[in-house]
């Protein structure tokens, strides 16, 4: 049996590990191999190791964390898979940190005492700078099982006849995983749609990355490196939650064709003084429009016109006060922001109103729980947003309505983390080899 895996992210490699000497596997990506990528670090998102490569590595080992996978397979199963990944991890020497359950409850009950709910989960932290070093080792003993992998090739269509094909070639598969991550959603939706599969749309994700001294972050990224805080706010009853946390860590700028994004990791080696995290506000949309990706990309358009092509940085002192930042102003801080490639400007006027409310009243929640967080010093990037986009329809073993054809990983709107998107995997490679 030939299986092709389009995406050579988490979800494509460790469906391969499970797939490897099992049947004949070629991984394509469209992006180029490790040691190119090692060489010019600019592709952050495609390539062998996918958008995971220069990432943080914050591995999340819960079911609630990261993954949509619950509902079609439920919590066991489910627990199991993530038991399987972290037990792949650990021979690549990625250890899991024991949580302190006594301190992890006192802030469970200083949180839900507070209208929050803090969810203490198992982690493990890999640091952008041993990543490769971990998807190289990986991906080598993949090639030791005879898998095969192509790069800098970018599939373009599926045909009826079970072929795919690129600018140059063509390649025939019995089963075919589709895997591209959240930079091929959008191809991936056309697929889908082209050939007319079952999906619905899944919610986005819209807020901002704040930067904060690490210092006031210190004890509760003592007890889980990424602290997850979910929140109800009290205006619109929005659902706002804490996301990858980054400790001692760097703000990035995320380029995309049309507009920019921020996001943020910390390094293993190399520290700053700051803590940042994502704030994100989740979005479902209903009637009339459902298509959570036009609504998250014309507020990331209208960002970066008015953030002048640049992510907007404003203190939040200065959002409440309804003043734009200027760098003066941000002098005044006691954080220095660790991304300085910004406008300083006016966070209002990029976001809808609901979101900013949303963002203060949330702080000032999570500041009962992290004295601090919501200082009038604290940094604000705009835009933060997580595209899940459409989320394709499959059977529990992730094939969708055509029986050949299975995705994976957060492209396909499964997951949205490491984890999440190494479990997809080998959930659909269970389905491949069951088949
Ligand atoms: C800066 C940054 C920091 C992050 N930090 C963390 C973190 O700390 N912890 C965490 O859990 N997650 C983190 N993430 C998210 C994580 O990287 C993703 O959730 C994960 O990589 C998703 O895996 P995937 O396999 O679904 O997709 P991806 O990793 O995106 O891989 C998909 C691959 O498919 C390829 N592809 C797409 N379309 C095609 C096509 N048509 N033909 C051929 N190839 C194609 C792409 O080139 C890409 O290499 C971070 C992401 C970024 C960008």
């Known amino acids: 049996m030939k299986v092709i895996i389009i995406g050579c992210g988490p979800a494509g490699l460790f469906a391969g590990f499970k797939l490897a000497g099992k049947c004949e596997v070629l991984i394509l990506d469209k992006g180029p191999s490790l040691e190119e990528r090692i060489k010019d670090k600019s592709n952050l998102l495609h390539g062998e190791g996918g958008a995971g490569l220069f990432s943080d590595g914050k591995l999340n080992f819960s079911p609630e964390i990261g993954n949509n996978l619950a509902e079609l397979i439920g919590y066991s199963k489910l627990s199991e898979l993530i038991n399987e990944v972290e037990s792949i991890f650990r021979k690549y020497n990625i250890k899991t940190k024991e949580i302190n359950r006594k301190k992890a409850h006192e802030l469970e009950v ?111 990224c003592e007890i889980n490196w990424d602290p997850k805080v979910h929140i109800r706010t009290p205006t619109y009853d929005d659902f706002v939650r804490t996301f990858c946390v980054s400790p001692y860590g760097y703000v990035v700028k995320e380029e995309n064709e049309k507009y920019c994004l921020v996001n943020g990791h910390s390094w293993k080696d190399r520290k700053s003084s700051n803590t940042n995290f994502a704030f994100l ?37 200065d959002l409440r006060r309804g003043r734009r930042s200027t760098w003066s102003r941000l002098e005044k801080s006691h954080v220095k922001p660790t991304l300085t490639d910004v406008t300083p400007g006016d966070i209002a006027m990029a976001l809808p109103y609901r979101f900013v409310r949303d963002i203060i009243e949330g702080l000032d929640i999570l500041n009962k729980l992290i004295p601090g967080v919501a200082d009038d010093g604290t940094l604000l990037y705009a835009t933060e947003i997580k595209f899940h986009g459409l989320r394709v329809l499959t059977n529990e073993f992730l094939r969708t309505s055509i029986p050949e054809i299975y995705v994976a990983g957060d492209g396909a709107g499964l997951s949205r983390g490491i984890v999440g998107a190494a479990v997809s995997g080998l959930l659909a490679a269970e389905g491949i080899l069951k088949d």
Do not use: C
């Open 110 to 220: 200083l949180a839900v005492q507070n209208g929050m709910k803090y969810l203490p989960i198992r982690q493990a932290h890999v640091g952008s700078d041993h990543l490769p070093e971990v998807i190289s080792k990986l991906s080598n003993d993949l090639r030791k099982k005879g898998v095969e992998f192509i790069f800098n090739t970018e599939v373009e269509e599926i045909r009826k006849n079970s072929i795919i094909t690129t600018k140059k070639e063509e390649f025939k598969f019995d089963k075919l995983l589709i895997a591209p991550g959240r930079s091929g959603a959008r191809w991936l939706e056309k697929i889908v749609k082209e050939k007319r599969m079952k999906y619905i749309y899944n919610p986005v994700d819209i807020g901002v990355r704040v930067e904060v001294p690490a210092l006031i972050m210190e004890e509760i």
């Open 281 to 317: 506000v989740k979005v479902q949309l209903t009637e009339p429009l459902e298509n959570t990706n036009l609504y998250g990309e014309s507020i990331a358009i209208q960002a970066t016109t008015i953030g002048g092509n640049k992510p907007i940085l404003q203190r939040l002192g």
